[in-house]
């Protein structure tokens, strides 16, 4: 399939249109982009990549990070993990507390908020301390996507300053008992993991093994057994955009997961993983050029898993 042919169409499609959505703007430091910047990255199995636009600009990949914290706490405490945050779509927004005062503090899922803060306090609770947990997160990153990616201190900052609903989710499951470490250690971690800036290359690079049941194809290295990534994948899927997961299943059909820096990734199984970046979000939060994106691209590839 010529994959750099259908990249220029989904472009040409995508500029057509009058551009929707507002940047994130609740994290302040998040507004700084270029609202109309658009980027796509597919990487196949033997390595090949095909881009097009901005695809070599770093942006703050946010929510995309708890793939990787959820595959790392998997990894370490495999089905124990589940008895701290379970495996359920929320049908709620990101950043929701309504579910968490009835169900005793246990998250529905790793990818909304409360569930990975939870994870990332598990992380922290094996490594003992933030900055060692923050080295080992950005290590598996970093050997997935070969290259050393760092985090963006005036986000971090910012999203410290400015995260009430995340210190009010950490201290309801704390009140519950299922936040482990000091609120703050926990949180910090969080938010730096959340501040890594990658660009759709790289992210679509280190995704790569996803695709792969959790094997890195371009260097042979198991990161995640195939039952474990085939649990990652299915969240993805189920979870992977909040309340809107059913209507990325309906639109795309690929395991994916957005971030409210405008990213999103995907993953098709046993092909590829592709990265989207544009950062124009709508009103669930996931950025709406880069649904469309995908979605014309299962389209025109018919790769969608269904
Ligand atoms: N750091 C963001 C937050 O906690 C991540 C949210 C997202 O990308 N959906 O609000």
Request: charged content about 20%; overall charge neutral; glycine content about 6%.
């Amino acid at each position: 399939m010529n994959y750099q042919k259908i990249l220029e169409e989904i472009q040409i499609q995508i500029q057509s249109e009058l551009p929707k959505g507002e940047v994130a703007s609740y994290i302040p430091a998040l507004k700084n982009v270029q609202a109309d910047d658009f980027a796509m990255s597919i990487k196949l199995l033997d390595g090949t990549s095909y881009n097009i636009g901005c695809f070599d600009k770093k942006f703050s990949i946010q929510s995309i990070s708890k793939v990787f914290t959820f595959a790392m706490a998997l990894k370490l405490y495999g089905k124990d993990l589940y008895k701290r945050v379970w495996y359920e779509p929320s049908g709620n927004p990101f950043n929701s507390l309504v579910q968490l005062e009835y169900e005793k503090g246990i998250p529905r899922n790793p990818f909304i908020n409360a569930g990975a803060i939870v994870t990332t306090d598990s992380l922290l609770s094996y490594y003992k301390n933030k900055n060692i947990t923050f080295n080992e997160i950005n290590h598996f990153i970093n050997s997935l996507c070969k290259k050393e990616i760092f985090y963006n201190e005036e986000i971090f900052k910012s999203e410290l300053e400015s995260g009430y609903r995340n210190q009010a989710l950490a201290s309801l499951m704390k009140s519950f008992k299922n936040i482990n470490n000091p609120i703050k250690d926990t949180l910090e971690t969080y938010f730096k993991h959340c501040s890594l800036m990658m660009s759709c290359e790289e992210l679509a690079t280190a995704m790569l093994f996803l695709a792969n049941h959790g094997v890195d194809p371009l260097t042979n290295k198991e990161f995640i057994t195939a039952p474990k990534a085939k649990r990652v994948n299915a969240l993805m899927l189920t979870c992977g955009h909040y309340d809107a997961s059913g209507d990325f299943a309906f639109h795309v059909g690929l395991p994916g997961k957005s971030g409210v820096g405008g990213g999103i990734v995907a993953i098709v199984p046993k092909k590829m993983a592709i990265c989207v970046y544009s950062p124009r979000l709508n009103e669930k939060g996931n950025s709406h050029t880069g649904t469309k994106a995908l979605e014309l691209f299962t389209t025109l590839t018919e790769l969608s898993i269904f």
